[in-house]
């Protein structure tokens, strides 16, 4: 019964692959969002879905390409992975009251 | 562009002393959160204040948000090993939300 759960939980690939990752709610929440954590713990937005539709899309490489087939799911798909990609990807979603985190993804591309 | 910056990045204290982090925003908000990211783990939503000038208490974690509603604070008395971590504002405006860096606090015991 986990709230927000998201896949791989950890995942080595080596550089010019393409990987998704992928997040799952069972909240009920209409916004759901995929962060960046770095080295230095900084969090990052990435994207912001509501309802399937994406509202915020920050200066992220397109080689990042979200996918919401319902308000349930947001996936991360990387395309042609970089070493600078290597950091821990949380999915998120949120209702009236603060967010709910997944326990991240820690990617690391060699 | 909006920001919210938190100070310290880091903080070291002796089991037992209190420990502040605090929370600037250069414009109002509307609402602010605190969130407690465990090492290893995933950030956990603490609490959120929305009125100005509003204190909440959760046991031995005091929560302050502004009258100007730009700045907020965390104060934890008389720290124990189980608050490692690092702990996140997020502010929000025009339902945007925007994180602070984060404040790493290191308990020596």
């Known amino acids: 019964d986990t709230a927000v759960s998201q896949t791989p939980k950890y995942l080595v690939t080596q550089m010019g692959n393409d990987k998704s990752i992928k997040c799952e709610q069972n909240?009920?929440?209409?916004?759901m969002y995929w962060y960046k954590q770095d080295s230095k713990k900084f969090l990052k937005i990435m994207f912001s879905?509501?309802?399937?539709?994406?509202?915020i899309n920050e200066t992220v490489p397109n080689r990042f390409s979200p996918k919401s087939p319902d308000k349930a799911h947001l996936n991360l798909h990387i395309n042609s992975l970089e070493l600078g990609d290597s950091a821990v990807y949380f999915c998120?979603?949120?209702?009236?009251?603060?967010?709910?985190f997944g326990s991240g993804t820690r990617l690391t591309v060699v | 562009g909006q920001q919210v910056m938190q100070i310290p990045q880091y903080q070291h204290v002796q089991e037992g002393e209190d420990f502040t982090t605090y929370c600037n925003s250069s414009?109002?908000?509307?609402?602010i959160q605190w969130y407690k990211q465990r090492p290893g783990g995933h950030p956990v939503f603490l609490i959120q204040?929305?009125?100005?000038?509003e204190v909440k208490k959760q046991k031995r974690l005091t929560f302050q948000f502004g009258e100007a509603k730009k700045n907020s604070s965390l104060h934890i008395t008389a720290t124990q090993t189980t608050d490692v971590g690092t702990y996140f504002c997020?502010?929000?405006?025009?339902?945007?939300?925007?994180f602070g860096k984060g404040t790493r606090l290191h308990i020596l015991p």
């Open positions: 998120a979603s949120s209702h009236l009251n603060g967010y709910t």
């Open positions: 909240l009920g929440h209409d916004t």
């Open positions: 879905y509501n309802n399937k539709e994406l509202i």
């Open positions: 414009t109002t908000l509307s609402n």
């Open positions: 204040l929305v009125k100005s000038g």
């Open positions: 997020a502010g929000m405006r025009d339902d945007k939300i925007i």
